[in-house]
């Protein structure tokens, strides 16, 4: 029988991406679930194991409901604490806080800086020739959603794959990204595979070397024609998009989201 919800006070979300797994996160999930059995404290209380709460730089971390009450670098002697304090007395465990509902920051000494925005350079390309280029995210946090968006507004968008084949997003049928590292672009007579999540050690090496690791963004001063280019962890070509010089609201949606906002170099024209 599933845990009766109606009677838990108090909700435990323990982080269980990489990184806190990495920070001895387990051993304190172990112990707080053991605490609570043993404190009878099991029916009045839920646990969960998340993915990635975002606070990878104060692992192992905790959220508690009700709250929204944040916990950073959580051992086995904080997780008790912690559950006592919710539990027995229904107050957060102050001194190891990095933020709760109505703050306005983060608590935190190992704060990260803002991720920086992309600025675009004149490069000569072997293949473009002279064009600005800048450098993109290449997370699936980013390429899922630009793929999706691209689904619903292809314009005259293409991609070429490296082996030659190429495609109008406008015949994309399906981006199904059900496969634990693998983003499949499903078009009418064919597919495109790529690798986007993190892949373990422990994955075969060939996998682990195709993951798209860099993603290059290019504009052609003289004919506006934009140009995305996917390579992989070692620097081989994995795709590229080609956009339309016509297709504005794609390459604002590139500047805005997949370039943080960025803005479009200066066309000066050629000497």
Known sequence: MGKNLAKAKVTFYFCD????????????????????????????????KTRCNGRCENAPTWIVQPGDFWYKEVDQQKAIQIVDEHCDFNRPLESELIFRAGQDKVESKRERPPVATPTFHLVEDDSLGEVFKARGFHSDQYLYPFFLFLAEKPGKTQIKTEDGRS????????????????????????????????VPKTEPKELIQSRVSFCEYFIQPDSGHKTVRLKDKISRLVAELFIDAEDEEIWKY????????????KMEPSA
């Not at 495609?167 to 986007?196: G, H």
């Not at 590139?254 to 906002?261: A, D, E, G, K, S």
Request: glycine share 6%; hydrophobic share 40%; net charge negative.
């Open 17 to 48: 991406g990489g990184t806190c797994r990495k920070a001895g996160s387990e051993n304190a999930i172990r112990s707080a679930r053991a605490h609570i059995r043993n404190k009878g404290l099991w029916d009045d209380t839920h646990t969960i």
């Open 254 to 265: 590139c500047l805005n989201i997949q370039l943080n906002n960025a803005e479009n170099p």
């Open 167 to 198: 495609f109008a997003f406008a015949e994309l049928s399906e981006v199904d990204y059900t496969d634990t590292y693998k983003i499949i672009l499903r078009f009418k007579n064919d597919e495109v595979v790529l690798v986007s999540a993190i």
